[in-house]
């Protein structure tokens, strides 16, 4: 499944906790992946999704799990040249475990 139309329609699917395979199902194949230790993060853009915009998402994972959704858009022509560098500092805040005291 190739990301097209609107994404919003296929996020709306994802959960925190999904896995990497899920979001293939959902998504398909990310225009981008980028690493940063235990974290990955994988960028989706619809060309031309509104008026002189595109739509981009960056899904989040931490350990292999999705762990938030983000999004923006810009204004160059088509998305290669608008999908930017990650901002790892933007990644939400994860419980990687969580125990009783």
Known sequence: MQSC???DDKTILINPGDSRER???I???PQDRQFDSINEAWQY???GAGFGYNDH???WFA???VIGLSTYRTSVTGCSGGIRSIVWEEAP?????SRER
């Open 23 to 25: 979001v293939l199902e």
């Open 27 to 29: 998504m398909g194949t």
């Open 57 to 59: 998402k960056i899904i």
């Open 45 to 47: 853009c619809v060309s």
């Open 5 to 7: 139309g609107t994404l």
């Open 93 to 97: 805040d994860f419980v990687l475990e």
């Open 63 to 65: 350990e292999g799990s």
